[in-house]
C-alpha cells in the first residue's frame, strides 16, 4: 500500500534508511561477528574469482559490488551483463563463483546463465529481494536484501540494499582471510542511513534541481569517474524510464573521445564527485563542458575541495558513497517524470519483472 504517498516509488525511495537499517539488524552476528552461512562463507574462500551477472540496475550494484569484493577481500571480479554472457561466454577461471544479484529473483536473462553454469556444475549465489524465487531456489545459495515489496518499476531501494549486502559479503571474506581492515561495516552503514534520511529531508531541493536543469531539455548527460561513474550509469537509466528524457552515463575522461561533440548551450550535464582521487579530474571534465554551454550540475560529498556545487551530501565511508549519491539522482529522476507528467511508478513498455529473454 502507497499509504499516504502519491507513488511507490517515492515510498520507496524514503524507505530506504530503514531497508539499511534492517539489513545492519539482519546481518549483526554476536560480538560484532556478521552473520552469514559458513557455506557462503566458503563459496567466497574457494573461489580464484567471482562472476557477478545481473540486468539493469543490479547489473550497477554488481559494478560497485566490484570495487568492494577486490578492494576489501582481494578477490579478482567480473561484472557482466546476463544476455551478453548467456551469449558470448567469456574465458573462466578455474574455480569461478557466480553471484547472480536480481531485485525479483526471476529476470529471465540472468536464470538463462544460472541454468549454463549449473549445467557446468559451477556454485552460485543469489543476492535477491524474493527468497523463493527462481534464482534462490536454483542457486546453491541466497543472500536476502530484506528490502520489502518493491512494487514500482523503477528500482530504487533495491539498489541501495544489494550493494549494502554486497558490502558486508565483501567484508566478511576479508575478514575469513585474516585481513586487518578498518572498515567496520555496520557502523559504516548506521551513518549511510543517517545520511540517506537527511537526503530525503530535502525533497525541495532535488525537485528545483529537476526544474532548473530537466524541465524543457531532451537529452541529459552524466558524468563521474571510478565509482562515481556506476552511479551515474544508475543516474541515467533512473532518469530515462520515467521521464523518457534521453541520457548518457559515462566517464569523465571519455567525453573528448566523443561525446562532447553533443554538447550545446543548455545540455545538462549531472557529474558526480565523491571521491578524493578524482575530485579535480572530474572537476575539469565539467570545466570542458561548462566552456561549452553546458548546465552543469555537479553532486558533491562533503569533505572534498569544492566551489560552488549544486548539491553537498553528507560524508560517509570511500566504498559506500554510492549508497549516499544515488539519492538525489533517484529524486531528481522521480520529479522529473512528474513535471512531464510521466506514469512514474509504471512507465510504458517496461515491466517490473522481465521474465522473457
Ligand atoms: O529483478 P532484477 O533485479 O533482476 O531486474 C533487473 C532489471 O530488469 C531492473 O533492475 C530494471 O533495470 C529496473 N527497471 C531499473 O530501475
Redesign the pocket.
Known amino acids: 500500500e502507497k499509504g499516504t504517498y502519491p507513488h511507490f516509488m517515492l515510498k520507496e525511495i524514503d524507505e530506504q534508511p530503514f531497508v539499511i537499517r534492517k539489513i545492519i539488524q539482519e546481518y549483526q552476528g554476536d560480538n560484532d561477528d556478521i552473520k552469514l552461512e559458513s557455506d557462503i562463507r566458503q563459496a567466497m574462500l574457494d573461489a580464484d574469482r567471482v562472476y557477478i551477472i545481473?540486468?539493469?540496475?543490479?547489473y550497477h550494484a554488481g559494478l560497485v559490488g566490484k570495487q568492494m569484493i577486490e578492494k576489501l577481500a582481494k578477490i579478482p571480479v567480473e561484472v557482466h551483463v546476463a544476455s551478453e554472457f548467456s551469449y558470448n561466454m567469456p574465458l573462466l577461471s578455474e574455480k569461478p563463483l557466480f553471484i547472480f544479484?536480481?531485485?525479483?529473483?526471476?529476470?529471465a536473462d540472468?536464470r538463462a546463465v544460472l541454468v549454463q553454469v549449473k549445467e557446468m556444475g559451477y556454485p552460485a549465489l543469489t543476492i535477491t529481494n524474493v527468497p523463493g524465487s527462481t534464482l534462490s531456489r536454483e542457486a546453491d545459495y541466497t543472500l536476502h536484501l530484506h528490502a520489502g515489496p518493491e512494487i514500482a518499476?523503477?528500482?530504487t531501494k533495491?539498489y541501495t540494499a544489494q550493494m549494502a549486502v554486497l558490502a558486508i559479503l565483501a567484508v566478511d571474506t576479508a575478514r575469513a582471510k585474516g585481513y586487518e581492515l578498518d572498515f567496520d561495516p555496520m557502523k559504516e552503514l548506521a551513518i549511510v542511513a543517517n545520511a540517506i534520511e537527511a537526503l530525503c529531508d530535502q525533497k525541495d531541493v532535488m525537485e528545483g534541481i529537476a526544474k532548473d536543469y530537466l524541465s524543457t531539455t531532451r537529452n541529459c548527460f552524466f558524468i563521474g569517474r571510478g565509482i562515481d561513474y556506476y552511479v551515474g550509469l544508475e543516474g541515467a537509466?533512473?532518469l530515462k524510464?520515467i521521464s523518457y528524457i534521453q541520457t548518457e552515463g559515462f566517464p569523465g575522461g571519455e567525453l573528448k573521445h566523443g561525446t562532447i561533440a553533443l554538447i550545446e548551450e543548455g545540455t545538462p550535464v549531472i557529474a558526480l564527485a565523491t571521491q578524493e582521487n578524482v575530485n579535480y579530474p572530474i572537476r575539469s571534465n565539467v570545466q570542458e563542458v561548462v566552456s561549452r554551454g553546458a548546465n552543469a550540475c555537479i553532486i558533491s560529498m562533503k569533505g572534498l575541495d569544492q566551489t560552488d556545487d549544486t548539491l553537498v551530501v553528507p560524508e560517509v565511508h570511500d566504498l559506500l558513497t554510492p549508497l549516499v549519491s544515488v539519492i538525489p539522482l533517484q529524486l531528481i529522476a522521480y520529479y522529473a517524470a512528474l513535471h512531464r507528467d510521466c506514469d512514474v511508478d509504471k512507465p510504458r513498455n517496461?515491466a517490473?519483472?522481465?521474465t522473457v529473454e
Open positions: 545481473a540486468c539493469g540496475t543490479s544479484i536480481s531485485q525479483s529473483g526471476e529476470t540472468s518499476v523503477a528500482s533495491a537509466l533512473k524510464e517496461l517490473k519483472s522481465v
